[in-house]
Nanobody, 121 residues
Framework: VQLVESGGGSVQPGGSLRLSCGAS????????MGWFRQAPGKERVRVAL????????VIADAVRGRFTYSRDNATNTQYLDKNDLKPEDTAMYYC????????????????WGQGTQVTVS
């Protein structure tokens, strides 16, 4: 599975951005897909995860109500719509996928995009 993100950039506090992640390859094997982020000097953490088996999306507490996960199955593309951005949202954002159930642990995700930088200032 190959993942390619796009849509990052710089934005002022309160602004909005949409991140996109296109998937190719054996996408049928990706039971859990979603987004992580990593701020400078901090660990990579889950932002939003979607289980293809249950159809359930889980959004991290820090962004719930501001970020929305969606996907287009026809094009194998997932999105992260981010509203009311705050300086603490500044990070490299990665889309990821794995077989099996969803977990917050980034180390068990097999497939990663190259990341896209989001800066809020």
């Amino acid at each position: 599975v190959q993942l390619v993100e796009s849509g990052g950039g710089s934005v002022q506090p309160g602004g909005s951005l949409r991140l996109s992640c296109g998937a190719s390859g054996h996408t049928y094997s990706s039971n859990c897909m979603g987004w992580f982020r990593q701020a400078p000097g901090k660990e990579r953490v889950r932002v939003a995860l979607f289980s293809t088996g249950t159809g359930i999306t889980v959004i991290a507490d820090a962004v719930r109500g501001r970020f929305t996960y969606s996907r287009d199955n026809a094009t194998n593309t997932q999105y992260l719509d981010k509203n009311d951005l705050k300086p603490e949202d500044t990070a490299m954002y990665y889309c990821a996928a794995k077989q099996g159930g969803c977990t917050v642990r980034p180390d068990v995700f097999r497939y990663w995009g190259q990341g896209t930088q989001v800066t809020v200032s």
